[in-house]
């Protein structure tokens, strides 16, 4: 199992310098995302109603967010009606405790995992290896990575950064795969099917998140492609399921929408191939026993903040990482985040709080086609800039763009930024301040610019 | 009567890019426009807010604000510039907590234009009267396209340059990498992402890459440069006045 992965938060300048060494990564990053950016345009654009769909979604999140306190006791009330348990937990500890004392009351070895961005959140896996508890991952990409012992590169497509003959290689290693087994996906997926079947059919305990919350009814719902997680949500006796507490829908109409945007969104198909929803528990069909951890972790801190609270609204598409250049280039790990990317540069600092992961909202050129693809329009682009200005600045940065400000607020400090332009002394000035010599960092692949003799106001004042 | 603007030639066009902007007075002038430079303007302080000192962008958006008092539509030859104006601006204002900035602020920000706005939407023209019989790669560049929203503007005035053939490039809306101070601060990323868009500029075919935005041709152009490529970045503007030399 690899290593708890919120919490250690490197630079992300540093992370990504090591990353973007990885000529392979990049090549299947360009090659993924690309694929996926193209599938996203073609279903989006062909909806004349797509617009307005966006601003529908954008209104539920909204509404949920306004209403989360009421939401969350009406979800309970209906939830534990249908007969299943509800569990609060504030932090990733609370929520962990949970899944082990269930664990060991029922005596399991080991659970089978539907993907969850929230238990890659808390560091489930890791957690419950500690205490003797083994979690087996059954998304076909989240398999590949656990095997390799590496985190998930990207929301969506855990493996992202993987292409297929380093795949095979895996299965070779860890699945006992013939050495003689070709890179081919349909291969490549038999292998895999053959290796979960067992998994499922000797599992006893099922772990799973949730990409909605349905209050009105107190329904959970998974949305996934490969019908694994359908194998976890029926077969085992016990299922247990992390929630994150903004995961909240008011009502089973709302998820008419949801189920428009989100799989658009986020693998570019029209309808998502296998929906799971249950209310509760079912006599004779399903778990007997079922929980639902409901999850804070930072998020009722993050929902007190007016502008970052937004960031509390996705619903985890992932169109804003394909999309993202940075991302494309970096790939996910650089995030040092389960939630990478544009997104994950929003969200991570603020649910890890004051202190943590402050290189982030630096990790973006600002080229706002997040904002444009997000489906429920979550601005990230203003909330990066809002983060900026909430973290912490070193005190020599602050007096050079304080000095910056004077000059290009008048025209005598026109005139002078013109002749420091020229001699290069605000580039200098701006260096000491970011200490990273940015006069080296901007000349490494790009000559300066000729600064000419005569600035446009010189030329307007004498012409 | 003869239309009138103010200019805003924007800081870094004004002391680092004057080309660009000299190339704007021609062309408004050119087309018959009467043009004015109010001298109290400085920058509108989009570094400042973007680098996390919104406080700081302060005194720029009050110098903005008193250069532009009573002008009826301002100009200004960037996207990105504009695309600050419009989102940025009044925010700042507000956190002065000076109402009358903010009333001034409100005023001015609907009768800023980018440049090639105002000749499409206010002058009605997609044909300049502009010649440049060369391979041009057009980068609309992040904050014209998603910030500013300029749309197809700059392509109707390019396909109505005389001589002037449009070159295709791959993923042409795709960032460039500066981003400000990101091009010093994440210095690798940003130039990994500069080298695929001088990868798209150079397999183009493009003797020429122009854009809304110097900052964005800073990038680019400097990266061109460092490759000794020979593809020269010029302005939009320069190509509709026809000063490219």
Partial sequence: ?463 | MRPRVALFATCVGDVAFPNAIIATVKLLERLGVEVSFPQAQGCCGQMHVNSGFPDLAIPMVRSFAEAFSGCDLIVAPSGSCVGSIRHQMLSVARRSGDESLVSHVQEIVPRVRELTEYLVDDLGLVDVGAVFPHRVAYHPSCHSLRVARVGTRPYDLLRNVEGLELVEQENADSCCGFGGTFSVKNSDVSSAMLTDKLDAITSSGAEFVTSLDVSCLMQIGGGLAHERSGVRTVHLAEILAGTVN
């Avoid at chain 1, 900026?388 to 290009?408: I, Q, S």
């Fill in chain 1, 1 to 463: 199992m690899g290593r708890a992965f919120v919490g250690i938060q490197p630079s992300f300048p540093a992370a990504a310098r090591e990353a973007l060494k990885d000529s392979q990564l990049r090549t299947n990053l360009a090659h993924a995302t690309g694929t996926i950016r193209g599938k996203r345009a073609r279903v989006t654009e062909e909806l004349p109603d797509w617009e307005f769909l966006r601003e529908a979604a954008r209104g539920i999140k909204q509404q949920t967010l306004a209403d989360l306190a009421d939401l969350l006791v009406e979800f309970e009330k209906n939830a534990q009606a249908a007969g299943a348990i509800v569990h609060w937990a504030s932090s990733a500890e609370e929520a962990i405790a949970v899944v082990r004392e269930v664990a060991e009351r029922h005596g399991v070895e080991s659970f089978v995992k539907v993907k969850s961005l929230t238990t890659d959140e808390i560091g489930l896996n890791e957690a419950m290896n500690a205490v003797g508890v083994d979690a087996y991952e059954t998304d076909l990409a989240e398999l590949i990575v656990q095997i390799a012992n590496e985190h998930p590169s990207h929301v969506l497509v855990p493996a992202i950064h993987k292409n297929r003959s380093q795949i095979r290689d895996l299965f070779i290693e860890h699945l006992g795969a013939n050495e003689d087994t070709v890179d081919d996906p349909a291969v490549l997926a038999s292998i895999a099917r053959a290796h979960l079947r067992s998994r499922f059919l000797d599992a006893k305990m099922a772990v799973s998140g949730a990409n909605f919350a349905i209050a009105d009814t107190g329904s959970l719902v998974v949305v996934e492609s490969e019908g694994n997680g359908r194998m976890c949500l029926t077969l085992p006796e016990v299922l247990v399921s992390i929630v994150g507490i903004e995961k909240i829908i008011p009502s089973w109409e709302d998820l008419e929408v949801m189920m428009q945007v989100l799989p658009r969104s986020s693998t570019g198909e029209r309808m998502n191939p296998y929906t799971t929803i249950w209310t509760g528990t079912a006599e004779h069909d399903g778990p007997a026993e079922v929980h639902i951890v409901l999850l804070d972790n930072g998020r009722s801190r993050t929902l007190a903040e007016p502008v970052g609270r937004d960031a509390l609204m996705c619903i985890r598409c992932s169109a804003c990482m394909n999309v993202c250049p940075v991302y494309e280039r970096t790939g996910g790990h650089a995030y040092g985040s389960v939630y990478p990317g544009p997104i994950g540069a929003i969200l991570t600092p603020q649910l890890l709080g004051p202190g943590q992961a402050e290189t982030l909202p630096y990790a973006s050129t600002l080229c706002g086609a997040c904002y444009d693809v997000c489906p429920v329009m979550i601005d990230i682009p203003s909330i990066l800039v809002h983060l900026r200005a909430t973290g912490p600045h070193g005190g020599t940065e602050k007096a050079a763009f304080a000095e910056v400000a004077r000059t290009l607020s008048n025209a005598r400090g026109m005139r002078r930024a013109h002749r420091w332009a020229r001699f290069g002394l605000p580039l200098a000035r701006l260096g000491s301040a970011l200490r990273i010599g940015p006069i080296r960092a901007w000349s490494r692949s790009r000559s300066l610019p000729q600064v000419p003799r005569e600035s446009f106001r010189d030329w307007w004042n004498t012409r």
